[in-house]
């Protein structure tokens, strides 16, 4: 009987290991979807990609372009052929 008890404890620590693995992986895709789109990559499907690949999920998001830095850079580029042209 004894041992039923410690077999039941030691799945029980092994779920709760697991299910504690499961959220901190939802809060880490959770936190690079988030910076996915405040680069403007809405559609990169961060959040899958995080949670299945981990920290190589975590490496993709850091590694895409920003797409809003790019788009003020254009508008600030475009603003100066404007001012040139003027001249």
Same mark, same amino acid.
């Given at each position: 009987?004894? /041992?039923?008890?410690?077999?039941?404890?030691? +799945?029980? *620590?092994? +779920?709760?290991?697991? #299910?504690?693995?499961?959220?901190?992986?939802? #809060?880490?895709?959770?936190?690079?979807?988030?910076?996915?789109?405040?680069?403007? /990559?809405?559609?990169?499907?961060?959040?899958?990609? +995080?949670?299945?690949?981990? *920290?190589?999920?975590?490496?993709?998001?850091?590694?895409?372009? !920003? #797409?809003?830095?790019?788009? /003020?850079?254009? !508008?600030?580029?475009?603003? #100066?052929?404007?001012?040139?042209?003027?001249?």
């Amino acid at each position: 009987k004894r /041992q039923n008890i410690m077999n039941a404890m030691v +799945v029980l *620590i092994y +779920v709760i290991i697991i #299910l504690v693995a499961i959220m901190l992986r939802i #809060l880490f895709a959770s936190i690079m979807n988030g910076v996915a789109i405040k680069k403007g /990559q809405a559609e990169a499907h961060a959040f899958p990609i +995080v949670f299945f690949f981990g *920290i190589m999920g975590c490496l993709y998001v850091v590694a895409l372009p !920003d #797409l809003v830095i790019r788009e /003020q850079n254009e !508008d600030i580029l475009a603003a #100066l052929i404007e001012m040139k042209e003027r001249r």
